[in-house]
């Protein structure tokens, strides 16, 4: 089973940046600060961990805490996955 | 830095900046469009009010019309102030209702369906608006919308917009926007006069506007006026109160929301201050200090507008022309 990381930057790579050399950052890269992801695709991303990860993100959760770098969201989704288990 | 910084930045020596545009209005519609005047879409909002008062000013007011657009979710008010703005200028006004045109568009139908899709108990006689999160001065929430029906006896449901959902409605909705752009025209073209438009600095760079829909127009005379300063030229023009004293609306949604809890999450008097020091350089802390805001606040909306601005670059680029052999695009 692929991690989180690897299913984020999969995800990003073809559905956002239609790249064909894969998710060129580091996983600490901020998605807005370095303009990698604009505001639209947080709803995206919003729903795409839902989906992929069978999780309910809630609407204070929606912070770049969560959801502003590869390994900030999948450290948020490993958080969730803990909870509902 | 100067240590002065504050909100008086953003005074304008509005007597010279009237006089400016009003000389670049006369400039822009007859020397360079050729056109023999203008047509102002109202709203009896801020910014058309003072756009059709600088017209009438610039040109005459025999030479400028009024167009009042009303729909089925406008709010009454706005043809009412609409129409005193117009008697304030002395400009001759028409009003075009264009509910038929947007229902023979499938406007309504289409938002409704992605809305029944959420709240399937939603129908005739219910409102609904689509909102952000709450203020940015007290969270650092991303820009995620809700959608927010109220029941006709009064029951408020929200939830979050899925994309399907949101892009449906916001297509469906720009449709307003849109036929109102070619009843501009029609008036223009009836009369060989210009499209003036109405946009502020804050609406422009943001992306608060509707791409070949309000943008689309021939001069844009306060598109560089932050909001606050809109205020000032409306002042300093006498427009009546009850049109400075009224809160920016989009006029868009039935369920009436303000620009600020549908776009811009801060107040215009502490967002125009912070975007002020944002692009004169001056750090957060400063900018903090002359609003009595934290730092982290100032952040906030800083990187806010930073997000609007990258997120509706696309609205407010011209077509884009692919000749090269490489097929590279360029604007």
Known sequence: MASPEELIRSYIAQNILFSNDGYPYADDASFLGENIIDSMNILELVMFVEETFGIAVLDQEVVPANFDSVSKLAAFVRRKLVVAA | MSASFGIKGLELDVSEEVERITRGLRLAVHQTLHRQGAVV??????????????????????????????????????VSLAREIAAYCGVQTVCEDISAALEGAGCYRRRDEAIVRLFPDYGPGWQAKITLPGSLLSQETLNVFTLTVTSPDG???????????YYQIVAASNFKQRIRMTMLYYHAELRN???????????????????????????????????????????????????????PTTDTYSGGSTQEEFFFR??????????????????????ANALALSPEQVERIIADIARK????????????????????ART
């Open chain 2, 193 to 247: 006069y210009a499209v003036v438009g109405t946009a502020n600095k804050d609406e422009h760079d943001l992306g608060f506007f509707v791409k070949h829909g309000d943008a689309g127009v021939d001069v844009n005379p306060i598109v560089h006026l932050y909001k606050m300063q809109v205020y000032q030229v409306a002042q300093y023009l006498g427009l009546p109160e009850a049109i400075r004293n009224r809160p």
């Open chain 2, 309 to 328: 601005q990258h997120t509706t670059a696309y609205l407010r680029m011209h077509p884009i022309v692919i000749d090269s052999p490489s097929g590279q």
């Open chain 2, 41 to 78: 879409g109202i709203s009896g909002g801020i910014d058309s009010s003072v756009v059709l008062a600088l017209c009438a000013r610039a040109l005459g007011p025999e030479r400028v019309v009024g167009v009042m657009l009303p729909e089925r979710d406008s709010s009454a008010e706005s």
């Open chain 2, 266 to 287: 801060v107040p215009f008097p502490i967002l125009d201050v912070v975007w002020l020091g944002y692009e004169q350089g001056v750090p957060a802390t400063e900018i």
């Open chain 2, 155 to 165: 029951r408020e449901f929200s939830r979050r917009l899925p994309l399907r959902e």
